[in-house]
């Protein structure tokens, strides 16, 4: 089993409409939890992270965190044209103290 | 405002050359990183240094080696490159041990003929 897995999509959602980004992780003492958004020809770049269960909300953004069920997910509210891009999930691993380990990334295109 | 700084975007070597990739930030971040980015495969961790003069290997370090004289600087290098090491390689670092938010910088697209 890979340690974080995304669907690789293209997931095609309608402007305005809400993008529902999806990751699940290995390993179940995996602390902290990210999402890092990558435009085409350009380096990723973090958007969210969360590390309680639960929901937390940045904008149009809202990261959800179940534990229990070692997923991550990634809604995007309101979605825009310049929301394009693929979206990296990434993990810190139990130790806390290794580098992230990121998801290949899913590719979201919003339609206009 | 550029924060991670690589040397070049654009590199084409020869078979068999020795290749140096520089990595500059300058944030004062204690950790750096050296990924490659290849399509299907996502980003792979080549090696990583949590401070001036440590190197640890990543996942993929065969063919690779890394320096870190300067807490700013960390450098890749490819002992004889090979075709199979053309990507992208992207250099990112971050304040602390512990810390998930990367900084990357732009990127440098290798090609290897």
């Known amino acids: 089993q890979k340690e974080v897995e995304q669907n690789s999509g293209p997931l095609s959602v309608p402007e305005g409409a809400i993008a529902s980004l999806n990751c699940t992780y290995s390993?179940?003492?995996?602390?902290?939890f990210f999402w890092y958004r990558q435009y085409s020809g350009k380096s990723p770049e973090l958007i969210m992270s969360?590390?309680?269960?639960g929901d937390k909300e940045d904008g149009r953004f809202t990261a959800q965190l179940n534990k229990a069920s070692q997923y991550v997910s990634l809604l995007i509210r309101d979605s825009q044209p310049s929301d394009s891009a693929t979206y990296l999930c990434a993990v810190i691993r139990n130790s806390g103290n290794t580098p992230l380990v990121f998801g290949k990334g899913t590719r979201l295109s919003v339609i206009a | 405002d550029v924060k991670v700084t690589q040397s070049s975007r654009y590199l084409v070597k020869r078979t068999g050359e020795k290749v140096f990739l520089e990595c500059v930030q300058d944030?004062?971040?204690?950790?750096m990183f050296w990924y490659r980015q290849d399509p299907g495969l996502g980003l792979r961790l080549i090696y990583f240094s949590y401070d001036v003069k440590m190197k640890e290997k990543g996942d993929i370090p065969e063919g690779y080696s890394v320096s870190r004289e300067k807490k700013e600087r960390f450098s890749l290098i490819l002992e004889s490159a090979s075709t199979n090491q053309t990507s992208m390689y992207l250099c990112a670092s971050s304040p602390g041990r512990g810390s998930g938010g990367y900084t990357f910088g732009s990127g440098t697209r290798l090609t290897v003929v």
């Open positions: 969360i590390y309680s269960n």
């Open positions: 944030m004062d971040h204690e950790n």
């Open positions: 390993d179940r003492g995996s602390q902290s």
